[in-house]
């Protein structure tokens, strides 16, 4: 086995893949932005809460 059967292997390994997420069309696009923008609101609500908690406590400015 020569490097160049590594690579060759390795580029139709990837093409295979990409080939079979053509047909899935957008829907990982739509998934990957639908569980961003989850990440966010929760972190945006974590750090309100650790805003409130900061100021009842007084040690933000």
Excluded: H, V
Excluded at 16 to 27: P, R
Excluded at 38 to 53: D, S, T, V
């Amino acid at each position: 086995m020569t490097w160049t059967d590594i690579f060759n292997g390795t580029g139709k390994f990837f093409q295979w893949t990409f080939s079979f997420m053509e047909g899935l069309g957008n829907g990982p696009n739509l998934m990957f932005w639908i569980i961003i923008a989850g990440l966010i609101g929760l972190w945006l609500r974590m750090q309100a809460n650790f805003n409130k908690e900061a100021k009842e406590k007084g040690t933000i400015k």
